[in-house]
Structures are given as structure tokens and as C-alpha cells.
């Protein structure tokens, strides 16, 4: 039986809000959707703005994010339809390794260990969040100047400041810092089920390159797609119902 639910998972420095069109767009082809929160991200963005030095928050860890959205899943009455963005797509890559969909979709994913580039923009883009000499309890704030070129590089400015200021809230060191530890493993050797890691050319935080290499690491049951043009909000700019489509056209493929 095919699964008629698609649950999307939000990176890092987002709330589900940023599947707000996804939803829509989805739900208009008969699907089911929900967009899961991690620990504490249930909570409108003005609101976490406010609290961004919550301590909750500083102690979030990816292996909380992981076992969180695991337990909600398997509350389904039918394994869903995975689609995650940045560290929502390796999220995507860890729940799909534990039998909890029929299929993933990975977008501008957050590498797993062993996936690695020396690119300048990478290190540059990541370099706060995986910064050593700042101490994990005190929660990250994206600055506008730092959004621009990690995430929006491509647009204007007018709509790099609407995405910021609707979307973009305060977050955990220790998600990143450990990302780059076992928590984050990914056996590539594993029968898994359906995976599309999807990359855009212009991303400067998450390379295509390193998206693609990410996919070379899979044994089987994987597929690489890369969007020209595309910064690392791909999934919110002009285009966007591209690469939601270009998934729909997948997952029918695919048959699941």
C-alpha cells in the first residue's frame, strides 16, 4: 500500500513554518502532510526570538532531535513519506537508516562523519556554529549579514530580509557539534528504503559537491539530483514549486 502522508522535517535555525507552501502545495495532490518540530520549535518565531537564551534550547542536541521525532512517527498509523532541509535532511538520512518510512527525501542535507569538503564557503558558512572557542551554552543568533550569505545568497535584498525576519530563529550549538560525531553515523552499506538527496548549485553552506558525495557514499536505492542556480533556501524561493514537483515526480517513480 502506498503512504498517502508526507512528513517534512525543518533544519537548524527554522520552525516548521518553512513548509508552510510545501503543505499546501502537497495537500492539493491528495496528500496528508504534517511538519514535525523538534524539541521546543512548536512555538511561533517571535516567541523563540524572545527566549533566545533559553537553556532548554542550549542543551538541544541532535540525538534529542533524532529520538523526539522518532517517537512521533512511529505514533503513525502508517509509515510516512519522509522530506527533510539541512540538518532536517540528514535527520531524514538517520530515521530512514531506523525503518521509519517508505522513503526519504534529503534537501541541501547537513553531512554525516565521513562526508567532508575543504570548499571555502562551507567552512566559512558553518564556522559559527561549529566554532570551538564558543562555549555550547550559549545558543546561536543568526545575524542578517550571516543569513545572506549562508542561506539567501541569491536574492535580493529586500527578499533576503522578508525570509530573515519571518523565518529565522535562535539555535543550538550542540546540533551541529554533534552532527560531527557517531550520533549522526550513517551505514551506507545498510538496505535502506528510497533516498533522493537533492542539492542547488549556488549553496554556499552545504555545496552541491558535498551533497554529491554524500549520495556516492550509498550503496544502492539512492538517487542525486542538483538544481542550477539554487541557493540553500531552495525550498522558499521563486522556483520552489520546481523542486516540489520534481519530488512528487519521484516518489511516484519510486512507488511508494
Same mark, same amino acid.
Given at each position: 500500500?502506498?503512504?498517502?502522508?508526507?512528513?517534512?522535517?525543518?533544519?537548524?535555525?527554522?520552525?516548521?513554518?518553512?513548509?508552510?507552501?510545501?503543505?499546501?502545495?502537497?495537500?492539493?495532490?491528495?496528500?496528508?502532510?504534517?511538519?514535525?518540530?523538534?524539541?521546543?520549535?512548536?512555538?511561533?518565531?517571535?516567541?523563540?526570538?524572545?527566549?533566545?537564551?533559553?537553556? %532548554?534550547? /542550549?542543551?538541544?542536541?541532535?540525538?534529542? !532531535?533524532? &529520538?523526539?521525532?522518532?517517537?512521533?512517527? +512511529?505514533? *503513525?498509523?502508517?509509515?510516512?513519506?519522509?522530506?527533510?532541509?539541512?540538518?532536517?535532511?540528514?535527520?531524514?538520512?538517520?530515521?530512514?537508516?531506523?525503518?521509519?518510512?517508505?522513503?526519504?527525501?534529503?534537501?541541501?542535507?547537513?553531512?554525516?562523519?565521513?562526508?567532508?569538503?575543504?570548499?571555502?564557503?562551507?567552512?566559512?558558512?558553518?564556522?559559527?556554529?561549529?566554532?570551538?572557542?564558543?562555549?555550547?551554552?550559549?545558543?546561536?543568533?543568526?545575524?542578517?549579514?550571516?543569513?545572506?550569505?549562508?542561506?539567501?545568497?541569491?536574492?535580493?535584498?529586500?527578499? %533576503?530580509? /522578508?525570509?530573515?525576519?519571518?523565518?529565522? !530563529?535562535? &539555535?543550538?550549538?550542540?546540533?551541529?557539534? +554533534?552532527? *560531527?560525531?557517531?550520533?549522526?553515523?550513517?551505514?551506507?552499506?545498510?538496505?535502506?528504503?528510497?533516498?533522493?538527496?537533492?542539492?542547488?548549485?549556488?549553496?554556499?553552506?552545504?555545496?552541491?559537491?558535498?551533497?554529491?558525495?554524500?549520495?556516492?557514499?550509498?550503496?544502492?536505492?539512492?538517487?542525486?539530483?542538483?538544481?542550477?542556480?539554487?541557493?540553500?533556501?531552495?525550498?522558499?524561493?521563486?522556483?520552489?514549486?520546481?523542486?516540489?514537483?520534481?519530488?512528487?515526480?519521484?516518489?511516484?517513480?519510486?512507488?511508494?
Amino acid at each position: 500500500m502506498k503512504s498517502k502522508t508526507i512528513a517534512f522535517v525543518h533544519g537548524m535555525f527554522m520552525t516548521p513554518l518553512c513548509w508552510e507552501q510545501w503543505l499546501n502545495h502537497y495537500r492539493g495532490q491528495g496528500y496528508d502532510c504534517l511538519a514535525l518540530a523538534w524539541p521546543g520549535r512548536d512555538k511561533p518565531v517571535e516567541t523563540l526570538r524572545k527566549n533566545h537564551s533559553d537553556p %532548554q534550547l /542550549a542543551r538541544l542536541s541532535l540525538r534529542d !532531535v533524532v &529520538e523526539h521525532l522518532a517517537g512521533g512517527l +512511529q505514533k *503513525l498509523k502508517q509509515k510516512p513519506i519522509l522530506i527533510g532541509h539541512s540538518m532536517g535532511g540528514l535527520i531524514v538520512q538517520l530515521l530512514l537508516q531506523k525503518d521509519l518510512a517508505v522513503a526519504g527525501i534529503a534537501i541541501d542535507s547537513a553531512p554525516p562523519p565521513g562526508v567532508f569538503t575543504t570548499q571555502w564557503s562551507f567552512i566559512k558558512a558553518n564556522w559559527p556554529a561549529i566554532n570551538p572557542f564558543v562555549p555550547e551554552s550559549e545558543p546561536m543568533q543568526m545575524s542578517f549579514e550571516h543569513f545572506q550569505y549562508a542561506f539567501v545568497n541569491t536574492l535580493p535584498e529586500k527578499a %533576503q530580509r /522578508a525570509v530573515y525576519d519571518k523565518y529565522v !530563529v535562535p &539555535e543550538s550549538r550542540v546540533v551541529p557539534r +554533534q552532527s *560531527l560525531t557517531g550520533v549522526a553515523k550513517i551505514d551506507f552499506k545498510k538496505p535502506h528504503p528510497p533516498l533522493l538527496l537533492i542539492a542547488g548549485s549556488a549553496d554556499n553552506i552545504i555545496p552541491a559537491a558535498l551533497n554529491r558525495t554524500n549520495y556516492k557514499k550509498y550503496q544502492s536505492s539512492t538517487d542525486f539530483k542538483e538544481f542550477a542556480g539554487r541557493d540553500h533556501f531552495i525550498i522558499g524561493e521563486k522556483g520552489w514549486e520546481e523542486v516540489a514537483d520534481y519530488c512528487l515526480a519521484w516518489l511516484k517513480e519510486k512507488e511508494v
